[in-house]
């Protein structure tokens, strides 16, 4: 594998499932926002000391973090799971689908999600991974609103957002050599987005400040690591 340092930010993708079973009294509640957008939540431990939103991909929703391990993931390590939906898709700026056409405010609606986790649960950590256009997602998010969380996790993403700036946070990019869906070194255009998709390499120059690691895995396409959830919790949760 080919391991890269850099020193900035994030990740995005588009859809791997790695089947999982719920686990035990799962019960998974759905919240409503005063916008009206919703997000669904599960938590299993008495007190709530650390949130993780898993963003999906894109043409997926709120059920595919699940499908992954998420769920699993939370009960094994006791953090509450926090799934937003973009319903499809995510506006990362240059990507992707409805929501970048109609110039959706998703930084805004993520915002919202983490007030309310906050306001609900008192979480002392909030942390953010997202898979493909989730990752772009992710990293748009605490470009625009660094305050939000200071580690994120992202696999098979790119740098979509609309200007560089800075964020003050730790993150982790997983990506695939052989990703022809999200290209790490970049196209414009890809066809089944019609959008570009920019260099995963160039990150650091539009996320400033920021403590960035990269992994590039030369035998996987488009597609987050295996164990998704665990990894990724691996990493939010080091020291």
Not at 72 to 92: H, I, K, M, R
Request: aromatic content about 10%; glycine content about 8%.
């Amino acid at each position: 594998m080919a391991y890269r340092r850099l020193a900035c930010t994030l990740i995005l993708a588009a859809t791997a499932v790695v089947g999982s079973a719920l686990p035990a009294s799962a019960a998974v509640n759905r919240y409503t926002l005063p916008s009206g957008r919703t997000y669904t939540a599960w938590k299993d431990v008495p007190t709530v000391t650390t949130a993780v939103l898993a963003l999906h991909s894109f043409n997926h929703d709120d059920a595919e973090p699940i499908a992954q391990g998420w769920l699993d993931a939370a009960a094994t390590n006791n953090f509450l799971a926090v799934f937003p939906s973009g319903d499809g898709s995510w506006n990362a700026g240059l990507c992707c689908g409805f929501a970048r056409v109609t110039r959706r405010d998703d930084v805004g609606y993520l915002a919202d999600v983490v007030a309310d986790v906050r306001a609900r649960w008192h979480p002392a950590n909030v942390y953010v991974t997202g898979w493909s256009n989730g990752g772009m997602m992710a990293e748009r998010l605490v470009l625009e609103r660094p305050q939000l969380t200071n580690r994120i996790v992202v696999a098979g993403a790119a740098p979509e957002m609309l200007s560089p700036g800075s964020w003050p946070g730790r993150a982790w990019i997983y990506h695939g050599g052989l990703d022809t869906t999200v290209p790490w070194t970049g196209q414009n255009p890809v066809p089944w987005c019609a959008c570009e998709i920019r260099r995963s390499q160039v990150t650091r120059t539009y996320i400033h400040g920021a403590s960035l690691w990269a992994q590039v895995d030369p035998n996987r396409g488009h597609a987050p690591p295996r164990r998704w959830p665990y990894v990724a919790w691996s990493r939010l949760s080091s020291a």
